[in-house]
C-alpha cells in the first residue's frame, strides 16, 4: 500500500470548514483513499473515502485531484468536536492487506 | 446493535508474563486486524487475518502472537519476547470484496510494569 504524507497540525475557527490536505503520490491505480479520525484515547473512525471522484457524506467532503496524487478532506462547518487526530491512508479497497497509519494531523478547532 | 469489543480496557501485568487481549466483532466481517499505537503516533499494524485459520504478520510482529479460529474472534498474545509491551492496542475488521472502511473498536490499553 502506498504510503501519505500530512501536516503535523492545524488550527481552524468554529463555524469555518477545516481544510486537511493529504499527499500520496505513489498511489495505484486500484488503491482508495480513505480519512479516519481518532479523538483521544479510543479507536478511529472511519470518515470517508474515494478512488477517484469526489464524495460526500454527512459527515464531511473528499476532494480527490485529477491525478489522484494528493486529497483534501473537507469539514464544511467544525465543531469543537472536530478536534481530533485525522488520518489518511491508502489501500486496495477489496482485500485486506498492510495499511500504514501515519501520525496524522492533528485538528484543533477553537472557539 | 453489530460492533467490535475488546476486552479489556485496560489491562496491567508483571514483565515476563504472557497476555492475551481479546477482540470480538459480530458485524460478519471476512477480515480482522491489530493495531499498536505509541504516545503521539500512528497506528502500526501488527497481524492481520482474512479467513479463519489464516493470518499474516504486519509490520511489528516480532513478540506477538495470534489465532483465528472463528471468523468472530482474533485475539492477541504479547509474548514475554516482546520488548516493549506497553502501548494502546486497536482491534480492527472489515469486508472483504467490496472498498468499505475499517471498524475499530474501543481498544486496550496494556501497562507492563
Known amino acids: 500500500d502506498a504510503k501519505t504524507t500530512q501536516p503535523p497540525s492545524m488550527d481552524c475557527a468554529e463555524g469555518r470548514a477545516a481544510n486537511l490536505p493529504c499527499n500520496h503520490s505513489?498511489?495505484?491505480?486500484?488503491?482508495?483513499v480513505y480519512w479516519y479520525r481518532q479523538i483521544h484515547s479510543q479507536g478511529p473512525q472511519y470518515i470517508i473515502h474515494?478512488?477517484?471522484n469526489n464524495e460526500t457524506n454527512e459527515m464531511a467532503s473528499l476532494i480527490i485531484t485529477e491525478d489522484r496524487k494528493s486529497s483534501t478532506l473537507i469539514l464544511p462547518h467544525a465543531t469543537l468536536r472536530d478536534t481530533a487526530v485525522y488520518y489518511c491512508?491508502?489501500?486496495?479497497?477489496?482485500?485486506?492487506?498492510?495499511?500504514?497509519f501515519g501520525d496524522g494531523t492533528t485538528l484543533t478547532v477553537k472557539p | 446493535d453489530g460492533g467490535i469489543t475488546q476486552s479489556p480496557k485496560y489491562l496491567f501485568r508483571k514483565e515476563g508474563q504472557n497476555v492475551t487481549l481479546s477482540c470480538e466483532q459480530n458485524?460478519?466481517?471476512?477480515?480482522m486486524y491489530w493495531y499498536r499505537q505509541d504516545p503521539g503516533q500512528g497506528l502500526r499494524l501488527i497481524y492481520y487475518s482474512q479467513i479463519v485459520n489464516d493470518f499474516q504478520k504486519g509490520d511489528i510482529a516480532e513478540g506477538y502472537s495470534v489465532s483465528r479460529e472463528k471468523k468472530e474472534s482474533f485475539p492477541l498474545t504479547v509474548t514475554s519476547a516482546q520488548k516493549n509491551p506497553t502501548a494502546f492496542y486497536l482491534c480492527?475488521?472489515?469486508?472483504?470484496?467490496?472498498?468499505?472502511?475499517?471498524?475499530f473498536g474501543s481498544g486496550t490499553r496494556l501497562t507492563v510494569v
Open positions: 491512508i491508502v489501500r486496495v479497497g477489496t482485500n485486506a492487506g498492510k495499511s500504514t
Open positions: 474515494g478512488l477517484k
Open positions: 505513489t498511489i495505484s491505480g486500484n488503491e482508495y
Open positions: 480492527a475488521s472489515s469486508i472483504l470484496g467490496a472498498p468499505y472502511g475499517y471498524t
Open positions: 458485524l460478519n466481517h471476512d477480515a
